[in-house]
């Protein structure tokens, strides 16, 4: 196992650490933009690809699916081969599966390169907090899991927004291609960033065994499989699926024994479950995170499903009316990673507080009321700035003890966490949406779709009160160990 370094030969801190950040968040808010930004263009995908509404739930859902799939593998081979390299890997491939999805000629072509975009998208996003693990101690470390949960906030609320504007410029019959083809552009100058700006990987004592756990990677893939697929086939209206669901609690169990067994034997395992028995804060913070997820994106969904297939709203119109929203988590993320460290859980508690309440205010006071704008901006806005302030306290107070080595993997087990949240989110408020809107009528369908995105939300306020008042492996770590290491990034 590897072994803490003395303060003496801990290496000084990187001076060109908040540059290499900015260029991973960068990176970070390109894969996970790519989540949201196709919620608006999906009538625009389905009559410009002549398919059905089950197929083109696919381009949304299969991203997801193969996102969350490589999530935790892709932190650990981060972990085990550096954070440089896997970068230029992912990264290389995101680019070239995005332009694969935007040239695409026919649909099954337009799927298949999104489920690989997932994929390395999926291999990207943990080296995030993966490099502030190892570059950042103390309070940098807060401020800039600050930043991550700011770029985490903004990229999930700003995807409307952004894609309605894409599709107004490049017009609605092709310009959801250009959703896909603008990471091109983008990926390269970032690729170029990556090369220059994150440093090679430097071998030493600390390295510890570079051996990838290809058993524990295909049970936790099997068991995420098993979890999302039957979610996204569910938007479809497929019930077959559900059988899998069996399959969650059989491969799950069989990963937990197969990653015990692994770490007794002193191999390297996919993610270590002594995290979750050891840090109560990871624990309470995976379920924080994957609660909100799960009613906060649905409820985006909904809402641009509403306003276009129930008011007949442009793709423009309803992303600007989600600017409240993506406003109000950019205001209030910053801010909220600048104060965690001394507020704590309680920061968190709040946030959800008040993004319950501007949900509640939403679905009460929108619906058949005109100029609509007028009382969606207070409401949303109200949300948003909740909604902020819930993702970028829950990062830094849940990864604050996870030792550097360990930084990778236990992110991507967080995000992994926060994705199936996204689907299964998604595919119930949707499925909500629709089977009441076949029974009455859109405003009747929105309100309850919003209500259960309250209550979902409600189960992470719930989370967050637990761990306020059972504290544990909240607070920031400052032991030698965690101090950043250039050699390592």
Known sequence: MPHSVPVSEVAAPDPRRWRILAVSLVVGFMSLLDVSIVNVAIPSMQAGLDTSPGTIQWVVSGYALTFGLTLVAGGRLGDAYGRRRMMLVGLTG?????????????????????????????????????????????????????????????????????????????????????????????????????????????????????????????????????????????????????????????????????????????????LDLALLRTLPGYLNGLAVGALYFTGFTGLLLVLSVWLQDGLDYSPLETGLLLVPFAAGSAISSPVAGRFVTRVGRGLTVAALVTTIVGVVLTLVLAPGREPLWLWLTPTLLLAGLGGGAVVSPNITLTLAEVPPRMGGAAGGALQTGQRIGASIGAALLVTAYQLTAARYDPDTAFRVSLAVGAVLLGLALAMAVRAVRHPGGTAPASDAGSAPAQSRA
């Open 94 to 270: 995101f680019v070239l599966s995005s332009a694969m999805v935007g040239l695409a000629p026919n649909v099954e072509l337009v799927i298949a390169a999104r489920l690989l975009q997932g994929a390395t998208a999926g291999l990207l996003t943990p080296q995030n907090s993966g490099l502030i693990q190892q570059l950042f101690t103390g309070d940098e470390r807060g401020k800039a899991f600050g930043l991550f949960g700011f770029t985490v906030s903004v990229a999930s609320a700003a995807g409307p927004v952004i894609g309605g504007l894409i599709i107004a410029v490049a017009g609605e019959d092709d310009g959801w291609r250009w959703l896909f083809l603008v990471n091109v552009p983008i990926g390269a100058v970032a690729l170029l960033a990556v090369a220059r700006m994150v440093p090679r990987r430097v071998r030493g004592e600390d390295e510890g065994d570079p051996r990838i756990d290809v058993p524990g990677a295909v049970l936790l893939g099997l068991t995420v499989i098993c979890l999302l697929y039957p979610v996204v086939r569910l938007e479809s209206g497929a019930r077959l699926p559900l059988v899998l669901l069996a399959g969650v609690p059989l491969f799950g169990w069989a990963f937990a024994v197969w990653e015990r067994r692994t770490a007794r034997r002193g191999h390297p395992p996919l």
